[in-house]
């Protein structure tokens, strides 16, 4: 299995409606291998992550999976608007990919 793992250093002024309708909207993708999506706040317990106050994780079967999230047009259209939202854009978004 594989966690995709996302953490979101969102701009002050985001919209949380638009955040939530992309959650949403990756929460809806019907893609072979996509077996899971949680998201939330980040609570940082260990204050290792502040810069990161949301996140979400989406389970994938196998690799292939994965790739066939990434190369699909509906999660890269919600990739798109996530972007805009973040700090730096693309640059405010961390990726881990975990195999486990």
């Known amino acids: 299995m594989i966690k995709h793992i996302v953490m979101l250093n969102l701009r002050p ?10 959650m949403a909207g990756l929460d809806a993708l019907d893609i072979k291998g996509f077996t899971g999506f949680s998201h939330g706040p980040n609570r940082d317990i260990e204050n290792k992550s502040p810069d990161y106050p949301y996140g979400f994780i989406c389970n994938f079967k196998d690799l292939q999976g994965l790739h066939r999230y990434a190369s699909n047009p509906d999660h890269g259209a919600l990739g798109a608007r996530l972007v805009a939202l973040c700090c730096g854009g693309a640059d405010g978004i961390m990726v881990m990919d975990l195999d486990v």
Request: charge should be negative; charged fraction near 40%; aromatic fraction near 0%.
């Open 13 to 22: 002024d985001h919209d949380a409606e638009e955040l939530a309708a992309i």
